[in-house]
């Protein structure tokens, strides 16, 4: 992750991770529960506007993330739309019929997974690994051995990707690409194999090393980076209260559709 | 290190399934654009590889063998697909915690003694089961037309206990046959058998 963040400065970074992370889990619950079309329409105009605002990628790779959400948000509500139930039909074909009521829906759900991808893209692009995970364990009392075990197993990742791209050569080399749903079967299942295998492999040589040097066997411990608290943590939440607030406020003042309620749970 | 016969997952345990999970994780956002691709046919046939989403779970308790190892390797997978910014964002991270909690409950109910296939299928199962519950709330699933919505519940079962039961199910059985996973298994009393020949 750490190479892909362009300017590491912004605010965003420096706001405590554990905090970052509760607050948009909690940001999570808020718009499952929103059936408003019009707050979701607005909502994603505001939270769109904070992404372009604070995340911490570079232009290019933003801008290609934000394509790619929208492509996943409209096919996210395809099936609604295509298939929802309605009594005001707009368009009929064959299977598919498309009704006032599902394009509501439709654009409701799209809507949904276009907030929800763009939380996930803030944190994702925002949160450096080491500072997030030192964050657990101060911040929310997350067990040492479980937050040293996904330090850990992140420092892997480049040994795997070098172990893919070496399993590939060599099926290459053996001329192993073959087509078919049988030979495409044994393909998965022979990746996947050596690499879980190389994995297990590693994790565990890597934690009877841990242990023989008496890794967390004493309840005491300190912390080379002790992660506290500071302003920016408060202008965080007055932020995101003013992005949700504003959002709300917004689709009373100005609601663009006359759909206010769409999901009945 | 000393095999524990402890049922707590120790530290070797921990690493292994997060790992593990991360392997998962790399896959899922791997094959995260390539499955958004086949959505929008919108006959629900990318329901049948769906399946692949709960795989984690199931496999590290087929591997670990212990309370817990499905849950923590779920929701450890899921956790690194929001951090390598998969698309969905955030919420993978709720669908990994309730997909691995279901997943677990089948091996609890077996009181983590039954690893067969059959019980890996079911817990591929309940898996699909868990993500119903938060397609739920998300509104997927509330007003589809009946046959839609039938066609979507059987493909995912379906596709669950294949894909996130039976498939893992052999990897870990091969994996058995190269020796890997008794680097991580709970002593069993087979091995007390040997030593007292």
Same mark, same amino acid.
């Given at each position: 992750?750490?190479?892909?963040?362009?300017?590491?400065?912004?605010?965003?970074?420096?706001?405590?991770?554990?905090?970052?992370?509760?607050?948009?889990?909690?940001?999570?619950?808020?718009?499952?529960?929103?059936?408003?079309?019009?707050?979701?329409?607005?909502?994603?105009? =505001?939270? =769109?506007?904070?992404?372009?605002?604070?995340?911490?990628?570079?232009?290019?790779?933003?801008?290609?993330?934000?394509?790619?959400?929208?492509?996943?948000?409209?096919?996210?509500?395809?099936?609604?739309?295509?298939?929802?139930?309605?009594?005001?039909?707009?368009?009929?074909?064959?299977?598919?019929?498309?009704?006032?009521?599902?394009?509501?829906?439709?654009?409701?759900?799209?809507?949904?997974?276009?907030?929800?991808?763009?939380?996930? =893209?803030?944190?994702?692009?925002?949160?450096?690994?080491?500072?997030?995970?030192?964050?657990?364990?101060?911040?929310?009392?997350?067990?040492?051995?479980?937050?040293?075990?996904?330090?850990?197993?992140?420092?892997?990742?480049?040994?795997?990707?070098?172990?893919?791209?070496?399993? #590939?050569?060599?099926?290459?080399?053996?001329?192993?690409?073959?087509?078919?749903?049988?030979?495409?079967?044994?393909?998965?299942?022979?990746?996947?194999?050596?690499?879980?295998?190389?994995?297990?492999? #590693?994790?565990?040589?890597?934690?009877?090393?841990?242990?023989?040097?008496?890794?967390?066997?004493?309840?005491? #411990?300190?912390?080379?980076?002790?992660?506290?608290?500071? #302003?920016?943590?408060?202008?965080?939440?007055?932020?995101?209260?003013?992005?949700?607030?504003?959002?709300?406020?917004?689709?009373?003042?100005?609601?663009?559709?006359?759909?206010?309620?769409?999901?009945?749970? | 290190?000393?095999?524990?016969?402890?049922?707590?997952?120790?530290?070797?345990?921990?690493?292994?399934?997060?790992?593990?999970?991360?392997?998962?994780?790399?896959?899922?956002?791997?094959?995260?654009?390539?499955?958004?691709?086949?959505?929008?046919?919108?006959?629900?046939?990318?329901?049948?590889? /769906?399946?692949?989403?709960?795989?984690?779970?199931?496999?590290?308790?087929?591997?670990?063998?212990?309370?817990?190892?499905?849950?923590?390797?779920?929701?450890?997978?899921?956790?690194?697909?929001?951090?390598?910014? @998969?698309?969905?964002?955030?919420?993978?991270?709720? /669908?990994?915690?309730?997909?691995? $909690?279901?997943?677990?409950?089948?091996?609890?109910?077996?009181? /983590?003694?039954?690893?067969?296939?059959?019980?890996?299928?079911?817990?591929?199962?309940?898996?699909?089961?868990?993500?119903?519950?938060?397609?739920?709330?998300? @509104? /997927?699933?509330?007003? $589809?037309?009946?046959?839609?919505?039938?066609?979507?519940?059987?493909?995912?079962?379906?596709?669950?206990?294949?894909?996130?039961?039976?498939?893992?199910?052999?990897?870990?059985?091969?994996?058995?046959?190269?020796?890997?996973?008794?680097?991580?298994?709970?002593?069993?009393?087979?091995?007390?058998?040997? $030593?007292?020949?």
């Amino acid at each position: 992750m750490g190479e892909i963040q362009g300017n590491t400065d912004k605010w965003f970074f420096k706001i405590n991770p554990s905090f970052k992370f509760l607050i948009i889990d909690a940001l999570f619950i808020v718009y499952l529960v929103v059936s408003n079309l019009n707050t979701m329409i607005w909502a994603a105009c =505001l939270f =769109l506007i904070l992404y372009l605002a604070v995340n911490g990628f570079s232009a290019r790779l933003s801008f290609w993330l934000i394509i790619l959400t929208l492509w996943v948000s409209v096919f996210s509500s395809t099936a609604m739309i295509f298939f929802g139930q309605g009594t005001h039909v707009l368009f009929r074909w064959y299977l598919v019929v498309i009704s006032e009521e599902s394009l509501a829906r439709g654009t409701l759900i799209g809507l949904r997974t276009f907030i929800f991808s763009l939380l996930g =893209l803030i944190m994702a692009s925002t949160s450096r690994p080491v500072p997030f995970f030192y964050s657990l364990m101060q911040q929310l009392r997350v067990p040492v051995k479980y937050a040293y075990g996904c330090l850990a197993a992140f420092r892997m990742l480049p040994m795997m990707a070098e172990e893919f791209v070496h399993i #590939r050569q060599a099926m290459k080399v053996r001329g192993l690409r073959q087509k078919g749903i049988k030979a495409m079967y044994e393909r998965i299942k022979r990746y996947a194999l050596a690499m879980l295998a190389q994995s297990i492999r #590693r994790a565990q040589r890597t934690a009877v090393a841990m242990e023989a040097k008496r890794f967390s066997m004493t309840e005491s #411990r300190t912390y080379y980076y002790e992660i506290g608290w500071s #302003r920016m943590d408060l202008l965080f939440s007055g932020v995101i209260v003013a992005v949700v607030i504003g959002g709300f406020l917004l689709s009373g003042w100005f609601p663009l559709t006359p759909y206010t309620h769409v999901i009945d749970h | 290190m000393s095999k524990s016969t402890s049922r707590k997952l120790n530290l070797t345990d921990i690493l292994v399934t997060i790992v593990v999970a991360l392997v998962f994780g790399l896959v899922f956002r791997l094959l995260g654009p390539v499955y958004d691709l086949v959505k929008p046919f919108g006959l629900q046939l990318d329901q049948l590889i /769906y399946g692949f989403w709960f795989i984690a779970g199931p496999f590290a308790a087929l591997l670990i063998r212990k309370p817990g190892a499905a849950l923590l390797g779920e929701a450890a997978a899921a956790m690194a697909e929001v951090l390598f910014g @998969g698309s969905g964002g955030i919420i993978n991270f709720y /669908y990994g915690v309730v997909q691995g $909690l279901f997943s677990e409950l089948i091996f609890a109910a077996w009181h /983590y003694r039954k690893f067969t296939l059959s019980v890996a299928m079911l817990s591929g199962f309940a898996g699909a089961i868990g993500s119903f519950v938060i397609d739920l709330f998300y @509104g /997927y699933l509330a007003d $589809l037309a009946g046959w839609n919505l039938i066609l979507s519940i059987v493909f995912r079962l379906l596709g669950g206990a294949i894909c996130a039961g039976a498939f893992p199910a052999v990897l870990v059985k091969a994996l058995e046959k190269m020796g890997v996973a008794n680097l991580v298994r709970p002593v069993s009393k087979e091995d007390y058998d040997v $030593l007292n020949k």
